[in-house]
């Protein structure tokens, strides 16, 4: 881990690119018509060139620009904070910590990507962006985003979070964005990510004030996001502590858990773990193949874990799960063996981030919970065999917008979707 700088208030200056440390380079996205490699050229339509570049770079370091880290500044560096009532509650000698990412203005981890990408955007000359939200979490972040550099906004909300999660709604509209359900030409359809993805790229294209932008699944998003992990060394060091035993975070497309996950996966005694939904069982149940990122198959295909782009998961809380496929880097990761996959019922999901929220005070989002859950496994299991193991847990977002979800469940109406 060289290069390791921060800012006079402890942001790290450069994100981590875990593309160097892979046993060998990710397969390259094919085109769509031509099932070639894509070029820059070919992504230019959808992306900035500096994000085009982030994309397919080897560099094991890119600079944080100056511009991005002054608005990460309201917000970063985010607490690393020890769960010890949860401990005393399990009763286990392992150590919980959770990187508490829910204290951004859009209350997740999103801000940390959305405000690179609309700074890039901005710099070469867009003035408009659309993209997909599954639980609104993204839609928010970019919203606030593009807010910061004025920037018109279009996003499209998987329908089913557009009905269940309102407020998510309001504040991406509060912050400037235009929102509707999708996919948009199925009134009756609860969507998908896929298919709000495909309403958002073919908005974008052939506009050229607009790009797109993604909030999770790709190499730069990813990359954005490793400010997390770096932060979470660093306060790990500062408290005294060792390296983690064990890195866990929830994984739809992979953003969270490569945030957190990735500045670990040089210290191969560290175990990665990637908690899913068994209604959408991606790294578990899933194909590696190359599959479309959308489901009418606009966007290149990506070499990943997958579920097909035409699947249509049961309309879970955790939204921002939903998705049929993996980001390349984590799928490649979990194929070389560096990181495990496990996935939950959501009414187990609910049991531990109820049990979350009575000890440590805080109520996660379902995406969230699914972190939690894992991390309840493994101090579980440690007390079985009395390991004093070091847990970390990536707490990706509050769910003070998600109380319809635990109604459901405090109230018994939340079904158990099976894989």
């Avoid at 945030?259 to 991606?282: H, Y």
């Avoid at 479309?292 to 198959?297: I, S």
């Avoid at 998961?313 to 390349?328: E, N, T, V, W």
């Amino acid at each position: 881990m060289t290069r390791w700088t921060l800012t006079p208030d402890r942001i790290p200056t450069a994100w981590f690119n875990v593309a160097p440390h892979l046993l060998k380079p990710l397969d390259p996205p094919l085109h769509p018509a031509t099932r070639q490699p894509v070029g820059p050229e070919d992504l230019a339509p959808l992306f900035p060139m500096e994000l085009i570049g982030q994309e397919m770079s080897a560099e094991p370091w890119i600079d944080v620009p100056g511009e991005v880290l002054d608005i990460l500044r309201l917000w970063r560096p985010t607490p690393l904070i020890r769960a010890t009532r949860l401990e005393k509650a399990l009763g286990t000698p392992a150590r919980i910590y959770f990187k508490d990412e829910s204290v951004s203005p859009a209350g997740s981890h999103k801000p940390n990507t959305a405000v690179a990408q609309a700074f890039y955007n901005k710099r070469e000359g867009i003035s408009r962006l659309t993209t997909e939200t599954g639980a609104g979490q993204w839609g928010t972040a970019l919203a606030f985003a593009c807010s910061q550099f004025d920037l018109d906004l279009q996003v499209y909300m998987v329908r089913a979070s557009y009905e269940q999660k309102p407020y998510r709604r309001v504040a991406m509209e509060t912050w400037g964005g235009s929102v509707v359900a999708s996919p948009v030409d199925e009134p009756g359809h609860p969507g998908s990510l896929g298919s709000a993805i495909s309403d958002a790229v073919r908005d974008c294209v052939g506009r050229a004030d607009t790009h797109y932008a993604l909030g999770s699944v790709l190499n730069h998003v990813l990359l954005h996001q490793t400010v997390i992990g770096l932060e979470a060394r660093e306060q790990l060091e500062l408290a005294g502590e060792r390296l983690p035993d064990v890195v866990i975070a929830p994984c739809g497309g992979g953003s969270n858990l490569g945030g957190i996950a990735f500045p670990f996966v040089p210290d191969t005694g560290v175990r990665l773990v990637a908690a899913e939904p068994l209604s959408c069982p991606t790294l578990t149940q899933g194909r590696f193949d190359y599959d479309f990122g959308d489901t009418a198959g606009f966007t290149p295909l990506l070499p990943m874990y997958t579920l097909g782009h035409d699947f249509v998961p049961p309309s879970i809380h955790a939204g921002g799960l939903r998705y049929h496929g993996d980001s390349p880097l984590v799928s490649a990761l979990v194929r070389d063996g560096r990181i495990e996959a496990v996935a939950y019922p959501q009414s187990t999901v609910f049991e531990a981030s109820v049990q979350f929220a009575k000890t440590e005070g805080k109520i996660p989002a379902p995406e969230a919970g699914h972190a939690v859950r894992a991390a309840i496994d493994e101090a579980l299991a440690a007390k079985e065999t009395g390991e004093e193991k070091v847990i970390l847990f990536n707490f990706c977002g509050h769910g003070l917008l998600d109380l319809s979800a635990y109604d459901d469940y405090l109230n018994g109406r939340l079904p158990d979707e099976q894989g």
